[in-house]
Structures are given as C-alpha cells and as structure tokens.
C-alpha cells in the first residue's frame, strides 16, 4: 500500500536533505541499499514492512541517514 506526504511534509523533507535534488539522491540510493538487504535503521508496522520509500522517508525524518557532500553516499548518522 502507498503512503502520501503532504505539500509541508514535503517541504520539510526538502530542507532536511539541502534541497530536492538531493532529497531525490538520498533516498533513491537509501531505498536501492534496502532492497538489496541492508539493515533498516527503524522499526515499521507490518503494513510498511517491504515498502522500502516509506522505510527510507522515516529513516530521514528521524535524523537517521543524510546525503553525503559528493551527492553520491548515503550516511547514517545513528541519532
């Protein structure tokens, strides 16, 4: 099941990244390391559990991961 952000939600995530190019980045690169196994920093309900967009979103509005300064490397951060 697809979830939906809000246009402030949304803003918000922008900002959080440094912009929506590199909101685009991060969590493109982020959801490509969840499908190919790697470990998700947060725990989600049964209903988001394969929806690796939701997990990456969650992961970024906790402060968990961050779009490194050559725009190509995810880093967790682990607040």
Do not use: C, W
Request: hydrophobic content about 40%; overall charge positive.
């Amino acid at each position: 099941m697809a979830f939906a952000l809000d246009y402030p939600e949304l803003e918000g995530l922008y900002s959080m990244a440094g912009g929506k190019f590199r909101l685009t980045v991060l969590l493109q690169r982020r959801v490509n390391e969840l499908v190919g196994g790697m470990p998700r920093l947060v725990r989600v309900g049964q209903q988001h559990e394969k929806d690796f967009i939701y997990i990456a979103v969650e992961e970024l509005k906790r402060g968990l991961i961050k779009l490194g300064e050559d725009n190509e490397t995810v880093i967790k951060t682990g607040k």
